[in-house]
Protein backbone atom coordinates (compact mmCIF):
# COMPACT_ATOMS: atom_id res chain seq x y z
CA UNK A 1 0.00 0.00 0.00
CA UNK A 2 2.81 2.71 -1.30
CA UNK A 3 0.24 4.94 -3.18
CA UNK A 4 0.56 8.60 -2.08
CA UNK A 5 -2.94 9.91 -1.66
CA UNK A 6 -2.26 13.45 -1.30
CA UNK A 7 -0.11 13.47 -4.72
CA UNK A 8 -3.28 11.67 -6.60
CA UNK A 9 -5.38 14.35 -5.27
CA UNK A 10 -3.36 17.38 -6.18
CA UNK A 11 -3.22 15.71 -9.55
CA UNK A 12 -6.83 15.53 -9.94
CA UNK A 13 -7.27 19.18 -8.21
CA UNK A 14 -5.06 20.80 -11.29
CA UNK A 15 -6.95 18.88 -13.53
CA UNK A 16 -9.87 20.02 -12.49
CA UNK A 17 -8.48 23.53 -11.97
CA UNK A 18 -7.48 23.84 -15.85
CA UNK A 19 -10.84 22.22 -17.16
CA UNK A 20 -12.45 24.92 -15.11
CA UNK A 21 -10.45 27.65 -16.37
CA UNK A 22 -10.68 26.53 -20.06
CA UNK A 23 -14.83 26.62 -19.45
CA UNK A 24 -13.67 30.63 -17.85
CA UNK A 25 -12.02 31.45 -20.35
CA UNK A 26 -14.56 30.45 -23.63
CA UNK A 27 -17.02 32.05 -21.86
CA UNK A 28 -15.24 35.28 -21.27
CA UNK A 29 -14.20 35.57 -24.99
CA UNK A 30 -17.71 34.17 -26.40
CA UNK A 31 -19.01 37.38 -23.75
CA UNK A 32 -16.17 40.02 -25.40
CA UNK A 33 -17.66 38.86 -28.85
CA UNK A 34 -20.96 39.45 -28.16
CA UNK A 35 -20.75 42.53 -26.23
CA UNK A 36 -18.59 43.52 -29.14
CA UNK A 37 -21.10 42.95 -31.49
CA UNK A 38 -24.43 45.01 -29.74
CA UNK A 39 -21.68 47.58 -29.16
CA UNK A 40 -21.55 48.48 -33.04
Excluded: E, T
Excluded at 7 to 29: E, L, T
Amino acid sequence: MKSDPAGVVRKFGVGVIQNQAKSVVRYVINSAKILSHIAK
